[in-house]
């Protein structure tokens, strides 16, 4: 499959086979967040039974063969990303025309999220050097076009993004944050997703990357809530990943 649009194209298919009587919107998200669940359920075992049981309230609202064309939509999700990372997702969504029902959100087109990232790696480079690795804050995610366009620039440069990126993001908007969730952990890189006001420090929930929650070199000792760290890394002095004290950070808006 040659031409990249023929998994966008058969994906916005199968999800529109779907909608008759439902919203367009409502069918995309649904999947969305479906794919977010079992990412999430993976590997997050303290959150696990929430979100088992949402996974379960969403898909149940479809038929066994419904359900089975999202599988087939994340497959082809899966192959794309294969082919190219790019943001696949926002790409699906604004040729869903959801935007326009939805609520007014555009979302930044591939080449120039590209343009941008060669740009910032270009001029922080030098970083990866020295540390061998390098954060990246985005306080607004969206569905995380900005950061899958910067490991691609770092996968041109010769680096391993699954190895020496760590991205640490936000965004209002759960919809969104789970758009990107979901691509950052379809590409195997490690990061910390949060949906929370930036400006007011407000947080709704947090979600890891399958990659953020297998690669310990991120952990640094420091006390934390039991309740609220990730089962796996719990101890009698709780460990929490953090960007290691000095590590520069990227914020791109």
Same mark, same amino acid.
Do not use: C
């Given at each position: 499959m040659k031409d990249k649009r023929n998994y966008q194209k058969m994906i916005t298919t199968k999800l529109q086979s779907l909608s008759g009587k439902r919203n367009i919107s409502t069918v995309f998200f649904d999947w969305v967040h479906m794919m977010a669940y079992a990412f999430s359920n993976s590997v997050d075992k303290v959150q696990y039974e929430e979100r088992e049981a949402a996974y379960l309230a969403t898909v149940g609202k479809y038929t066994r063969e419904e359900a089975c064309l999202f599988g087939d939509c994340l497959g082809l999700l899966?192959?794309?990303?294969?082919?190219?990372?790019?943001?696949?997702?926002?790409?699906?969504?604004?040729?869903?025309?959801?935007?326009?029902?939805?609520?007014?959100q555009f979302f930044t087109p591939s080449h120039i999220a590209e343009l941008m990232a060669r740009?910032?790696?270009?001029? &922080?480079?030098?970083? *990866?050097?020295? #540390?061998g690795w390098i954060g990246y804050y985005e306080p607004c995610i969206g569905a995380g076009s900005m950061v899958?366009?910067?490991?691609?620039?770092?996968?041109?440069?010769?680096?391993n993004y699954q190895k020496q990126l760590k991205v640490e993001c936000e965004d209002i908007d759960e919809n969104c944050l789970l758009m990107a969730y979901v691509q950052l952990s379809l590409c195997g890189i490690n990061a910390v997703c949060k949906v929370k006001n930036s400006m007011s420090g407000e947080e709704t929930s947090t979600w890891y990357t399958p990659f953020h929650m297998? &690669?310990?070199?991120? *952990?640094t000792? #420091?006390?934390?809530?039991?309740?609220?760290?990730?089962?796996?890394?719990?101890?009698?002095?709780?460990?929490?990943?953090?960007?290691?004290?000095?590590?520069?950070?990227?914020?791109?808006?």
């Open positions: 899966t192959m794309a990303f294969e082919y190219k990372v790019q943001d696949w997702l926002g790409a699906i969504y604004m040729e869903l025309n959801i935007s326009s029902k939805n609520t007014g740009m910032t790696f270009s001029n &922080n480079e030098t970083l *990866i050097e020295e #540390k899958l366009a910067f490991a691609v620039a770092m996968e041109s440069g010769g680096y297998i &690669n310990p070199a991120w *952990i000792r #420091k006390k934390q809530d039991p309740a609220t760290a990730p089962k796996r890394i719990q101890k009698e002095e709780p460990d929490v990943w953090v960007i290691p004290e000095g590590a520069e950070q990227l914020a791109l808006f």
